[in-house]
């Protein structure tokens, strides 16, 4: 099955600059890869996501990429800002069965 | 539009006892799963239902059970509850198995002393 691994597992930046999250998958036939975010005590909230078929995303501060050939996709938040303090994970989801697994999560933290 | 639904919000169980956590949602999503986030961890995926009266296992299915006889809920059934279950649980549904979004309910805080 589907194994996704994330990193780093904790990180903290100083506000405005930027943070990356990297992931791996290891089944090539998933092809649908979101990002969650999940403040304390809340429930996970999609902010960005990529098919397969597509490299790289952006939405405002927040960008993802893509290497299906790497079998690696990374968020990346610029300008940080302390509301962007969390915990993000990402995903994998395979046509097949189309469960989303999940990475263990990285504890973002920005300090002012 | 409720989206997904949960309850209980909090429980405590001792040891051996046995509980359904309640989910449903009415946006009519033939996907539902049931994860489980231990502290400081992601989301595990315990059961998955793709359609009502269909259910499968997911990564850590032992110590639970489930049934769809409905489109709208997805119950989870913990028997004999044991420490190792203490966890949030969270339910999610989606409409296909393509590209759309999973949507979260608001999570079940439970404690087995």
């Known amino acids: 099955g589907e194994n996704v691994e994330q990193h780093p597992s904790t990180l903290s930046v100083q506000e405005g600059d930027s943070a990356v999250i990297k992931c791996t998958y290891s089944?090539?036939?998933?092809?649908?890869f979101p990002w969650y975010k999940q403040e304390l005590g809340k429930r996970p909230q999609l902010i960005i996501d990529?098919?397969?078929?597509?490299g790289e995303k952006k939405d405002q501060r927040i960008a993802v990429t893509l290497n299906k050939t790497a079998k690696h996709f990374s968020l990346h938040i610029t300008e940080t800002q302390p509301e962007d303090s969390a915990v993000y994970f990402c995903?994998?989801?395979?046509?097949?069965?189309?469960?989303?697994?999940f990475g263990k999560g990285t504890k973002l933290s920005v300090k002012p | 539009n409720a989206g997904v639904t949960q309850t209980p919000k909090f429980r405590i169980l001792k040891i051996g006892q046995s509980m359904t956590l309640q989910c449903t949602q009415d946006?009519?999503?033939?996907?539902m799963y049931w994860y489980r986030q231990d502290p400081g961890m992601g989301l595990k995926l315990i059961y998955y239902?793709?359609?009502?009266?269909?259910?499968d296992k997911g990564e850590v299915p032992n110590g639970y059970n489930v049934s769809r006889s409905t489109t709208e809920d997805f119950p989870l059934r913990l028997e004999l509850a044991a420490p190792s279950q203490t966890s949030v649980y969270f339910c999610?549904?989606?409409?296909?198995?393509?590209?759309?979004?999973?949507?979260f309910g608001q999570g079940t805080r439970l404690t087995v002393v």
């Open positions: 089944d090539s036939a998933s092809n649908y």
């Open positions: 995903a994998a989801r395979t046509m097949s069965q189309g469960n989303l697994i």
């Open positions: 999610a549904s989606l409409q296909d198995r393509t590209f759309t979004e999973a949507f």
């Open positions: 946006m009519n999503h033939n996907y």
């Open positions: 239902s793709v359609g009502a009266g269909i259910t």
């Open positions: 990529i098919r397969s078929n597509v």
